[in-house]
Every structure is written in structure tokens, then in C-alpha cells.
């Protein structure tokens, strides 16, 4: 799995640079992020949740589909950059069913069948997180 976001970081940023973003702070400030957050992201070391990763791909101007076709196998990026904008729902809706069907494979590739099976009878999509323990 953190091969997989690295190879999306990698993507982010190849992707940041042609759109003119020489900088993480000036790409930071357009999508409204923080800077330290968008290096966490282009190297990986952070998981980000769906609506960030819309934000993000909006800012580049590029359809979610673009930003993960071929980054599991490592395949250089290929799009014509569209302009960024207000995005189409209809549009975005599909993008949405092509993503959740993607996650859905990388999730049967990376989490053990058990795994699953905890996750549907507590009705998530997301592993369980651990309790924290209380401040002393």
C-alpha cells in the first residue's frame, strides 16, 4: 500500500510541475492546504481521504481516473491537462464509480481476507482505528 502512495505522490507532483506550480507552497495556497501537507503527499509518508484527493486533482486539472491510471505499475502519466474549474457532476459522479471500483481492487490486494470481513460487519470502509490512549 505505501508503494501505491508513493507512486500517487510521485504523480501528484510530476503533475503539479507541468501544470507551473514550481513550488509545494504556491500548489499548497491554490488548493487552500498546507504546504507541509502537500510534500507529505507527494512522498507518500501521508493518506489522504477521498475528498482531498478531488480537491487535488481539481487544482491540476485533471480527472481522477488520470491521476491513477497506471500508477500501481508505475506507468508514466499520459493526459491532455484540462483546465481546472467548477467540476461537471455527471462527470464527477463517474469519475467517483471508477474510483471506488480501483480502491475496491487495491483493497483486495492489500488487506487480508479477515481484514474484510471485520470491516463489513462494522459496516466500514475504512480499517478500524486504534483507541488512543488518554493524555497523562
Do not use: W
Request: hydrophobic share 35%; glycine share 6%.
Amino acid at each position: 500500500m505505501d508503494d501505491i502512495l508513493k507512486r500517487l505522490g510521485q504523480r501528484i507532483r510530476e503533475i503539479r510541475i507541468r501544470r507551473g506550480f514550481a513550488s509545494q507552497e504556491a500548489f499548497a495556497d491554490y488548493c487552500k492546504m498546507h504546504r507541509t501537507f502537500i510534500g507529505h503527499l507527494e512522498t507518500g509518508r501521508k493518506d489522504f481521504r477521498l475528498t482531498t484527493i478531488i480537491r487535488v486533482a481539481d487544482a491540476l486539472g485533471v480527472t481522477l481516473s488520470e491521476l491513477f491510471a497506471g500508477a500501481e505499475r508505475e506507468e508514466p502519466f499520459k493526459s491532455k491537462l484540462t483546465n481546472p474549474g467548477t467540476p461537471d457532476p455527471h462527470r464527477l459522479r463517474q469519475e467517483l464509480d471508477i474510483l471506488e471500483r480501483t480502491v475496491h481492487s487495491l483493497r483486495e490486494i492489500a488487506l487480508p481476507e479477515n481484514q474484510h470481513k471485520a470491516d463489513a460487519a462494522r459496516g466500514s470502509k475504512r480499517p478500524a482505528r486504534r483507541p488512543r490512549s488518554p493524555a497523562t
